[in-house]
């Protein structure tokens, strides 16, 4: 079972690498670059988000792609279901084919609860809340040797 798949992974790299340089126009090319995303392939992600208008993007030298939307608009949800479709634990629960044990499968229940929790918390997690954590990561420096050594040996 994949909760995230590589696009719905890429698509959120894309996105904080966006919503980091706010207001600017980033280049495709530069967004795969500095987070090991293969370009042929983030084209292709970035055209669907345009597509859900959650971003922009210019031609020409300062050109690129820019974002749209307010990142604390834009759930983890939201992406998953642009490139994954509805969070959904187990094939049975595929709308389009109807398991045969439906009526008398005992898990069935549990896991439509289970789903609904899990897209309730991805709900929360934002691309906003998401770049905050990360520069709140970025600004928590570890100890230096020195340091550790004093407090390990004092």
Avoid: W
């Amino acid at each position: 079972m994949k909760v995230l798949t590589k696009n719905t992974d890429y698509a959120i790299r894309a996105l904080l690498a966006l919503a980091a340089r706010k207001g600017s126009y980033v280049s495709a090319r530069s967004i795969a670059t500095e987070h090991d995303i293969p370009y042929q392939f983030l084209r292709g992600l970035l055209q669907e988000m345009i597509r859900h208008d959650l971003i922009v993007s210019k031609e020409g030298v300062q050109g690129g792609f820019m974002m749209k939307k307010d990142p604390d608009t834009i759930s983890v949800t939201q992406l998953i279901e642009i490139f994954q479709g509805k969070v959904q634990m187990s094939e049975c629960m595929f709308r389009k084919q109807i398991c045969g044990n439906r009526a008398r499968c005992v898990l069935r229940h549990e896991i439509m609860r289970i789903e609904q929790v899990v897209q309730s918390e991805f709900e929360k997690v934002t691309i906003g809340k998401l770049m905050r954590d990360l520069q709140a990561a970025n600004q928590v420096k570890p100890p230096s040797v020195d340091l550790e050594q004093e407090m390990l040996n004092p």
